[in-house]
């Protein structure tokens, strides 16, 4: 594996399993779906050795390691893909329910930015996930500086960026937590922040897709999220002050 190369990170957040749930595998196929020659057919061991896995479907329906999705990956070095997934403390969500947490990465290359809209869709259609995102890799720490905690009433996130909410004090689960580079969206997520608008959000339906359980993935820029770049932090920053409930700053 080439330790230098970038990675595109994929989060969704879905309501947690509940009994004989289908959703883990349909994550896989979906993802196998959206990138042409995909196997998901290997896991690791604790010394990080990859493990076959010659009946993987009858694997992920039975096993629920942690709640979700264990883990899964390709048998690419040149181009590892994988994911995995879990259930959250409903501590650290609205209501103090807990969810289904589902993470993806591969490489941030030509085919890895081609691929990712589709396999956002589909993982978090797949899923049935409330929102997720896709950032390239280091957005992260950005986003983790948005966030207000007590004490924090003095700093000032980076780049002129809003303050958010923290996850457990937002008043629903279909409300984003933050904005990324690629937005999953679900029909409710759209609906709790406004969108779409057609005549406010004209920009954003350009570079935007319906999904089909009838949600949307939104893309901000057209290259993968770079905050150096004065254009996408502007797209970044305008699209904040677009949706004011996302991350819970709109007024009560």
Same mark, same amino acid.
């Given at each position: 594996?080439?330790?230098? @190369? @970038? =990675?595109?990170?994929?989060?969704?957040?879905?309501?947690?399993?509940?009994?004989?749930?289908?959703?883990?595998?349909?994550?896989?196929?979906?993802?196998?779906?959206?990138?042409?020659?995909?196997?998901?057919?290997?896991?690791?061991?604790?010394?990080?050795?990859?493990?076959?896995?010659?009946?993987?479907?009858?694997?992920?329906?039975?096993?629920?390691?942690?709640?979700?999705?264990?883990?899964?990956?390709?048998?690419?070095?040149?181009?590892?893909?994988?994911?995995?997934? $879990?259930?959250?403390?409903?501590?650290?969500?609205?209501?103090?329910?807990?969810?289904?947490?589902?993470?993806?990465?591969?490489?941030?290359?030509?085919?890895?930015?081609?691929?990712?809209?589709?396999?956002?869709?589909?993982?978090?259609?797949?899923?049935?996930? #409330? $929102?997720?995102?896709?950032?390239?890799?280091?957005?992260?720490? /950005?986003?983790?500086?948005?966030?207000?905690?007590?004490?924090?009433?003095?700093?000032?996130?980076?780049?002129?960026?809003?303050?958010? @909410?923290?996850?457990?004090?937002?008043?629903?689960?279909?409300?984003?937590?933050?904005?990324?580079?690629?937005?999953?969206?679900?029909?409710?997520?759209?609906?709790?922040?406004?969108?779409?608008?057609?005549?406010?959000?004209?920009?954003?339906?350009?570079?935007?897709?319906? /999904?089909?359980?009838?949600?949307?993935?939104?893309?901000? /820029?057209?290259?993968?999220?770079?905050?150096? @770049?004065?254009? =996408?932090?502007?797209?970044?920053?305008? /699209?904040?002050?677009? #949706?004011?409930?996302?991350?819970?700053?709109?007024?009560?």
């Amino acid at each position: 594996m080439a330790a230098t @190369k @970038k =990675h595109l990170r994929l989060a969704v957040y879905a309501p947690a399993l509940v009994g004989d749930d289908g959703r883990p595998l349909a994550i896989v196929h979906g993802m196998e779906r959206a990138v042409p020659g995909l196997r998901l057919g290997w896991t690791s061991s604790e010394t990080e050795d990859l493990i076959t896995l010659p009946h993987r479907d009858e694997w992920v329906a039975s096993n629920r390691t942690d709640g979700g999705l264990p883990f899964l990956c390709n048998d690419d070095e040149n181009h590892v893909v994988t994911v995995s997934g $879990w259930e959250s403390p409903g501590r650290l969500a609205p209501g103090s329910r807990p969810r289904f947490e589902v993470h993806a990465d591969w490489p941030l290359d030509e085919a890895g930015i081609a691929a990712a809209v589709d396999v956002l869709a589909a993982v978090g259609d797949s899923a049935r996930a #409330f $929102w997720g995102y896709v950032d390239p890799e280091g957005i992260s720490v /950005t986003v983790a500086q948005q966030f207000r905690r007590p004490g924090d009433e003095s700093s000032v996130p980076p780049h002129g960026l809003p303050f958010l @909410k923290l996850p457990e004090e937002l008043r629903a689960d279909e409300i984003p937590h933050f904005l990324g580079w690629l937005n999953y969206w679900s029909a409710a997520a759209a609906r709790a922040i406004g969108f779409p608008d057609p005549a406010r959000d004209t920009d954003l339906l350009s570079r935007a897709r319906r /999904t089909t359980s009838g949600g949307w993935v939104v893309q901000l /820029t057209d290259a993968p999220l770079d905050l150096d @770049k004065p254009d =996408h932090l502007a797209a970044l920053i305008r /699209t904040y002050a677009r #949706f004011p409930e996302l991350g819970g700053r709109a007024a009560p």
